[in-house]
């Protein structure tokens, strides 16, 4: 039987402890069904699930939701939308309670005098021409100037087919302001005419990403791993879609076989009542979608998968530390 | 008793985690199931459920932590079936 000490030398073998006792339990919370922003293929608004719910409005009845929330044993709120920041009194319900990440578009500064070690994502889709196709504006301007050197706080890059090339600029301004980035790919969920990823393409961004992280190492948390399971949406042979996502709400979950997945995982409408399917959106396209997160979970769901090589084992300990990272569990 | 128990709970372990290149007889009992073996908390999960069916034993997920081999997990076990009969 292959060992963890048989295949790792000791600098390697002390990662793999410190992250694999980290037992995450996330859920991902709509806080909110609206937005200051409406971008092409974001996929809360493509899929209508900012109509799926009425969104509860009564901060009690979110704390007791909370609570319930820890009660079962969640102990990361992953929180998204809609936009958080528009409803920052739910928000700082979550933080008070829980480690809580925020997802965000920076247009407001979360409140640091309230919400201080709280882990913000912000996200920025490409350069500001992109930013403006798809997002109706250049929102680094303004996220930028609200984030500049927080500790707690990333950006959350979604790449393009449009950005192929363009990378470097982005990353560059993003380190110019003091901050960390992680890639992500778009899903283009709207179909908006050549955003949809062609395979020669995929192929490219890959060795750009790869090229990024080994250039700005002390800006982009990554892993070469991961880059290669999203470009290429295969691991070890299996390919990503419906029959392996690890992200799907769990009293939702009726695939048979079941796949490895996330313990107790469930992304919640803003009603507090209605589950959504997974992480991302319905109508989404398994086989084309582009989710880091559950790009990520997959491989972390996977251990002993991974466990056939001293490389595969380091590939998954990466994946896991990346991931930590985002949601500061381990420093950066 | 918690040898019976070991080679059990190390059949179950080999089966359902399809490990490979071990059997039940010679799978170490103390061997460190997270550090070593790369077991995490959905693989004690699985295992936890047949236990249950197969003992009529709850092991509660708080408890995971501390069952880091087959004879504690074994040990674990006899406990609360000393329990049980206890209070029968």
Redesign the interface.
Request: aromatic share 6%; net charge positive; no cysteine.
């Given at each position: 039987?292959?060992?963890?000490?048989s295949l790792l030398n000791d600098d390697w073998n002390e990662r793999?402890?410190r992250i694999?006792?980290l037992?995450i339990r996330s859920s991902i919370y709509d806080v909110t069904d609206h937005c200051n922003l409406r971008c092409k293929g974001c996929f809360f608004f493509s899929s209508n699930e900012h109509k799926a719910a009425k969104e509860e409005t009564d901060i009690k009845k979110w704390k007791a939701f909370i609570e319930r929330e820890i009660e079962r044993?969640v102990n990361l709120a992953i929180l998204i939308g809609g936009e958080p920041t528009l409803c920052m009194d739910r928000v700082e319900a979550f933080y008070r309670r829980l480690p809580t990440f925020c997802a965000t578009n920076g247009l407001i500064k979360v409140p640091r005098e309230r919400l201080p070690h709280m882990m913000v994502g912000i996200s920025i889709w490409g350069d500001e021409k992109t930013e403006k196709t798809l997002r109706g504006k250049d929102t680094f301007a303004l996220s930028s100037k609200n984030y500049e050197g927080d500790p707690h706080a990333y950006y959350l890059y979604t790449i393009t087919p449009k950005q192929i090339g363009k990378t470097e600029p982005v990353i560059k301004k993003i380190r110019d302001v003091g901050l960390k980035v992680h890639m992500q790919l778009l899903s283009n969920d709207e179909k908006v005419d050549g955003f949809s990823w062609r395979p020669e393409e995929l192929k490219d961004i890959r060795m750009e990403m790869d090229d990024m992280l080994d250039k700005y190492q002390d800006t982009v948390i990554s892993s070469r791993y991961y880059h290669e399971i999203i470009t290429t949406g295969k691991m070890l042979g299996r390919s990503f879609g419906w029959a392996e996502c690890p992200s799907v709400t769990e009293p939702l979950d009726n695939r048979e076989p079941r796949p490895?997945?996330l313990?107790n995982f469930i992304r919640w409408a803003s009603d507090l009542k209605i589950m959504h399917r997974c992480c991302t959106s319905e109508t989404r396209d398994c086989t084309t979608c582009k989710d880091g997160a559950a790009h990520m979970s997959w491989v972390m769901?996977n251990?002993?998968m991974h466990?056939n090589s001293a490389r595969d084992?380091q590939n998954w300990i990466e994946v896991c530390e990346m991931f930590a990272k985002l949601y500061q569990f381990i420093p950066w | 008793m918690p040898d019976e128990i070991i080679l059990r709970i190390a059949h179950m372990m080999i089966d359902e985690l399809k490990l490979e290149d071990v059997t039940a007889e010679t799978f170490d009992p103390d061997i460190d199931l997270i550090d070593e073996v790369g077991i995490d908390s959905m693989d004690l999960a699985t295992i936890a459920l047949i236990i249950r069916d197969e003992y009529g034993i709850r092991i509660d997920e708080d408890d995971y932590p501390k069952l880091t081999t087959i004879r504690l997990l074994a040990g674990y076990i006899e406990e609360k079936l000393k329990t049980a009969q206890e209070n029968n």
């Open positions: 039987m292959k060992t963890v000490s793999y402890r694999s006792r037992n044993g490895r997945r313990i769901v251990k002993r466990m084992l | -």
